[in-house]
């Protein structure tokens, strides 16, 4: 009879770890699902704008046309940015351009405003 107990015990300390265990993976599948994606918008954004930039230089672009450039790709993306948010400065041999944005990740109870700062420049050139 007390074999019969220790065992019972030991079955239920193994349901609360599987529990525990699935709990915890499921809230690392929740925050990933929420967090990876405006990561990797912003590292597209940041890659088209580096590419606009190596561009814009060789092909002569003005500092409107750049900024219209980077807009579609803003509005293809979702970037919850502005037009007036990108940046541009256009000298003689560089081409940088900035832009800041937040994004809101909902996270069930509180909702949390992350910055994103994309830059993309041609200085690698």
């Known amino acids: 009879m007390n074999a019969q107990r220790i065992q019972f015990r030991e079955r ?29 918008t912003n590292y597209q954004l940041t890659d088209a704008m580096n590419t606009e930039a190596r561009f814009a230089g060789y092909n002569r672009k003005s500092e409107e046309e750049i900024r219209e450039d980077v807009w579609k790709k803003v509005v293809e993306l979702g970037v919850p940015a502005k037009r007036t948010d990108i940046k541009i400065i256009n000298d003689n041999n560089t081409t940088q351009i900035n832009v800041n944005y937040t994004v809101p990740i909902n996270m069930l109870f509180k909702t949390y405003d992350w910055d994103f700062h994309a830059h993309g420049d041609n200085h690698s050139l």
């Open 12 to 40: 239920g300390g193994a349901k609360i770890n599987l529990l525990l265990t699935l709990i915890i993976l499921g809230s690392m599948i929740f925050v990933s699902v929420m967090l990876i994606p405006p990561y990797f």
